[in-house]
């Protein structure tokens, strides 16, 4: 009979608890996971090219979308770019820093409750790094070999 009793408040705090969590998650979680797919949301028919200079550059925001930011003098004004992943960058040779020329192929998208100019290519000079996918989807670094072929990472998959 005790077990019954002990059962059925575990029963009951369980799904209250659910209920808690539940609400939570769709008042604050689902749009930030929503927004974060940016990748869903992004169209190659609607990119711009925008150029500027450098007014900073940070290879590890805590400004969402987390990674690399450039904050970029334009014409216009001053537009915060997500340039995906800094270890990209770095792989591609291409040293950004306050006060250098480029520009960045990308668009505007919706990011949770604001919106964020997502980099697809960033041009600096003769070089140029695609950061992301066609699709939007950031990309990463991938390790090549002195013959030319990918290195697969070691380990399970």
């Known amino acids: 009979m005790k077990i019954d009793k002990w059962m059925g408040s575990a029963s009951a705090i369980g799904a209250v608890l659910a209920l808690v969590l539940g609400v939570a998650a769709r008042g604050q979680q689902i749009p930030q996971i929503a927004?974060?797919?940016?990748g869903a949301a992004y169209d190659v028919a609607r990119e711009i090219v925008i150029s500027g200079k450098i007014a900073q550059y940070s290879s590890a925001s805590t400004t969402p979308p987390l990674g690399a930011h450039i904050s970029l003098q334009t014409a216009s004004g001053t537009i915060d770019v997500h340039a995906?992943?800094?270890?990209?960058?770095?792989?591609?040779?291409?040293?950004?820093?306050?006060?250098?020329s480029v520009s960045i192929t990308g668009e505007t998208v919706a990011f949770g409750n604001n919106s964020v100019f997502v980099a697809r290519i960033i041009q600096k000079g003769s070089q140029s790094v695609a950061v992301r996918s066609k699709n939007g989807v950031p990309l990463l670094p991938t390790a090549v070999g002195a013959n030319g072929k990918i290195i697969s990472p070691?380990?399970?998959?």
Do not use: E, M, P, V
């Open 154 to 157: 070691a380990g399970a998959r």
């Open 35 to 38: 927004g974060h797919r940016s």
């Open 84 to 100: 995906g992943n800094a270890k990209l960058i770095q792989a591609s040779n291409i040293s950004l820093q306050a006060g250098d």
